[in-house]
């Protein structure tokens, strides 16, 4: 091949090396932009990706709730639905949390309504960029943690019922994964719903779900998305964080999740440290999995949260 570009003319050689730099500058600019626009949220009739919304509340089924406002400071705080149980009746309280691109109402109420049967407390938030959270930017739970670790903090402080039990949705139980393992939480259990195992190949499986080469793209999407918001992305692989994690953990995973491989789940739940159990719900996607059998998911959990209880 080398000794081929060697005997190409002058011209032809000029031609080639253009037409390398117009496809790396070209690859380089759309990558910039899909990291941008995947992470950065417009205000509403602005181009991009709205700002997710939190479209009902609590009482569209039913639960009473407070809205608690969480001040990170002056400028940033997170926004979240505290949904108690009878007083004096609760058996704990779950710290809820939602994927990417979604709000607490979105994903988060059927969830809590099962909780509320359950007999726990539910605490909803928004991750900043969120609902009715402050910011307009997301990082794939990575930045995320720490509004899981401020979350945490505040039912601690504010002498919520324990035990204390996280609950990540997609995005959220990266967040959660995390959390546990950089910022010096100790929850009693940790549930994750639809996690994923490394950013890149998070990345990688929604390129190929637009039927495009995931190399280089997926590669360069990490990279900019890096340097966009001041971290290693690359770094950012919830598989690894699980290592270091003690709590007894319940994974619940759709068997055809388009986005995640069982492989990965697996080495998810080979890593984590204390009790753990993985729950399949067959024939299903990357969806809200109590929509797919109510009833295995509030055994699974209500089995998870009995020997937590003990």
């Known amino acids: ?16 090396w253009r037409s390398a730099l117009a496809i790396f500058l070209t690859l ?11 992470t950065h949220f417009s205000d509403p ?9 939190n479209l009902k509340t609590p009482s569209a089924i039913d639960l009473d709730y407070t809205t608690q406002k969480i001040t990170i400071n002056k400028n940033e705080w997170l926004e979240t639905w505290f949904i108690p149980v009878a007083k004096g009746s609760a058996k704990g309280t779950v710290l809820m949390f939602p ?6 109402s979105k994903f988060l109420l059927s969830s809590a309504k099962v909780y509320h049967d359950l007999q726990y407390n539910t605490l909803l938030v928004d991750f900043r960029g969120a609902g009715g959270s402050s910011g307009n930017k997301t990082t794939l ?8 670790a401020i979350a945490w903090n505040y039912a601690k402080q504010a ?46 499986s929604r390129v190929a779900g637009r039927h495009v080469p995931t190399f280089p793209l997926a590669e360069l999407i990490i990279f900019w998305g890096s340097i966009q918001h001041g971290f290693n992305a690359f770094s950012h692989n919830p598989v690894t964080y699980a290592s ?18 069982i492989e990965e789940i697996r080495e998810i739940l080979k890593n984590l440290q204390g009790n753990k159990k993985l729950v399949l719900f067959s024939h299903t996607g990357h969806t809200l999995l109590i929509t797919v059998d109510k009833y295995l998911w509030k055994t699974s959990v209500e089995n998870f949260l009995d020997k937590i209880n003990l």
């Open 28 to 38: 380089n600019v759309v990558s910039f932009a899909i990291a941008y626009f995947s």
């Open 141 to 148: 739970g990575f930045k995320e943690a720490k509004d899981v």
């Open 1 to 16: 091949m080398a000794l081929l570009i060697l005997r190409l003319s002058r011209k032809t050689k000029k031609y080639l």
């Open 159 to 204: 002498k919520l019922q324990q035990p204390y039990i996280l609950h990540g949705t997609s995005m959220g139980s990266a967040a959660v994964l995390t959390a546990v393992a950089k910022e010096n939480i100790h929850p009693d259990g940790i549930i994750l719903e639809l996690p994923f195992a490394r950013s890149i190949d998070a990345v990688r």
């Open 244 to 261: 270091q994690i003690t709590s007894p953990a319940l994974i619940m995973q759709g068997s055809d999740d388009p986005w995640t491989k």
């Open 99 to 104: 994927g990417n691109h979604d709000s607490k």
């Open 45 to 53: 009739g602005s181009p991009g990706i709205a700002k997710p919304l």
